[in-house]
């Protein structure tokens, strides 16, 4: 394994590169939306950037059920 990570330290940069900004702002959405267990699972599931992206991209979107509305967080258009 140090092998590895010695030779490809390219490669871990450009993931690292990659995976924060989506990390950071699925996190930030979530937090901003009172979803308390999306934050937990984006914060320790570690997909190379897939889970956040399906995240923004559908799972945040979703419609919530009536009367399962977080009143500090507004739904963003």
Partial sequence: M???L???QVLIFLIGLWTLPWKG????LSARKG???WFIALLL???LAVLEILYIFIF???KK???DT???????K
Avoid: R
């Avoid at 702002?25 to 930030?28: E, N, P, R, S």
């Avoid at 977080?70 to 963003?76: D, N, T």
């Fill in 2 to 4: 140090a092998n590895f």
């Fill in 6 to 8: 010695t030779h490809n």
């Fill in 25 to 28: 702002y699925a996190l930030w």
């Fill in 35 to 37: 979803q308390k267990w």
């Fill in 45 to 47: 599931i570690n997909t």
């Fill in 60 to 62: 945040s979107k979703m």
């Fill in 65 to 67: 059920k009536d009367g």
């Fill in 70 to 76: 977080h009143p500090a967080a507004p739904e963003a």
